[in-house]
Each structure stands twice: as C-alpha cells, then as structure tokens.
C-alpha cells in the first residue's frame, strides 16, 4: 500500500518487502475508486494501461545493507588535522576546524553505527547509520559546519566538544563493542598550523600507522583556502627517508 506525501505533486511513497536479495521487475498500480478499478503505471506512460506487461516495467536491485566491521583493521586512521590555523572560537573555546580521516581497508561497505571514537579529552558514540563504501574515506570533525571549516565540506561525523586533538600530543582509538579497530599515539609534531599529517600511501595497515614515523605533512594537496591535506581522499605521496645500517659490523682492523 501507498500513500500520497504531496498531493499537489501527484507524488506517493510505498514500501515493499522482497523476498531475497536479487532483481526483480517493478510496475505499480493505483486506484481512484477505492480499489473498484485500477491503472497500472509502468515505463510506458500511458494511465490507460489496464494489464501489466513485464516488458513494460523497471528493473529494481534489492542488496544485503552494510553490515558492522567484524576484524581489527578494517577502518583505520589515516589523517589528522590536529591545528587547522583557524583559530579557536565557540564556547568553550577549541579548534573547530580540527578532524580525523578514517579509512574502510575492506572489500565491503561497512556501517559504524554504535562504534566509539576515544581521545584523551572523552568519546563520541556514533548513533546513527555512518556508512563507509569499501576502500572508501569518511571524516570526523570538530564541527560539521562549513564556515567552521573554514570552507570544507563533508564531515560525516560531528564529534562536538568530547574530542579535543591536543597540540601537545594525543591517543585516538575507534572501537565497536569490545573490538578495537584502530588505535594509534600522535606527538606534539603533529600540531602544524594548516597542514594535515597523513599516513604514507604504502603503509595504510593499523600496525604501521601505530608508527609516527610513517606519518608525514601534506605539502602539495591544497583544499579550503591555504590548508593542506587530502580530507575524504587518498592521501599523497610522503617522502620518509630513514638511515638504514645493520645492527652491528664486523672488519678487520687496519
């Protein structure tokens, strides 16, 4: 059964139930005179259809809803945008142009519904339907507000005054339940004015983001004014040069 939500607009919305996950055709049917006759409206456009012709309908994909991460890893942290450079506005007072970029490694859309994202400063606990596509980004922020972001858009998840990205250094943590997806200690370097730290391309794994070291600054990648950083989108080469020697050596004097 239907029901009109405009009626100015000739405009109805249904719900339909399916038996399984699969395509099925899809016509519908309506009635003026309380189901004495009835129109079938189908891709033709012709209201003096009488039957219903399979030829004549749309095709309809019914899929499986994401369902929640199940294995530690499958969403990491891969951006912090610890200083904005915006300054600090709003009472209390903080940086609300700071965020956290997090990162479906699956092959499946999944839903964080009920997971909880730690700082040092408290949790947020995601109440509704937060959906990241596979291999797919999402943004957690300060502020959801465009203007607070000095322009950026796209903030999936508005963690309000309960995380507050310390320049002094902080441990950020996103679990569902008991399972602990993703947990990772940034220092005080972090906190540069208008530029996001970024996980290397090449090691986006929630063990090796584990390591600061593998983090670097987002130089060329400008969004939202002056500001570096890949907010919502795969992160740009980092150029990490390490000294590498073998533990110990040995030679002949002389």
């Given at each position: 059964d239907a029901t009109f939500s405009d009626a100015t607009l000739d405009r109805s919305v249904a719900t339909a139930t399916f038996p399984a996950v699969g395509t099925y055709d899809l016509a519908y049917r309506m009635s003026g005179d309380g189901g004495a006759t009835w129109t079938y409206c189908d891709t033709t456009n012709n209201l003096s259809n009488a039957d219903y012709a399979p030829a004549d309908s749309v095709s309809l994909t019914t899929t499986t809803p994401p369902g929640p991460p199940t294995a530690a890893g499958d969403i990491i942290f891969t951006e912090v945008m610890v200083s904005s450079g915006l300054g600090s506005t709003g009472s209390p007072a903080v940086d609300r142009g700071e965020w956290v970029e997090v990162r479906n490694t699956t092959a499946n859309d999944l839903n964080l519904v009920g997971c909880t994202i730690t700082d040092g400063e408290g949790s947020t606990t995601i109440a509704g339907s937060l959906v990241i596509v596979a291999g797919g980004y999402a943004i957690?922020?300060?502020d959801d507000s465009v203007t607070a972001n000095g322009g950026m858009t796209g903030v999936a998840l508005n963690y309000a005054d309960t995380?507050?990205?310390s320049n002094s250094g902080d441990n950020l943590e996103l679990s569902c339940g008991t399972l602990v997806l993703?947990?990772?200690t940034y220092p005080s370097s972090f906190a540069t004015a208008g530029k996001s730290k970024q996980v290397a391309p090449d090691?986006?794994?929630?063990?090796?983001?584990?390591?600061?070291?593998?983090?670097?600054?987002?130089?060329?990648?400008?969004f939202a004014g002056t500001r570096t950083g890949t907010p919502g989108a795969a992160n740009t080469a980092c150029f990490l040069c390490r000294a590498q020697a073998p533990?110990?050596?040995t030679g002949v004097p002389g």
């Open positions: 957690f922020g300060q995380i507050q990205l993703d947990a990772f090691r986006l794994t929630a063990a090796l983001n584990d390591n600061a070291g593998n983090w670097c600054s987002t130089t060329g990648a400008v533990a110990t050596a």
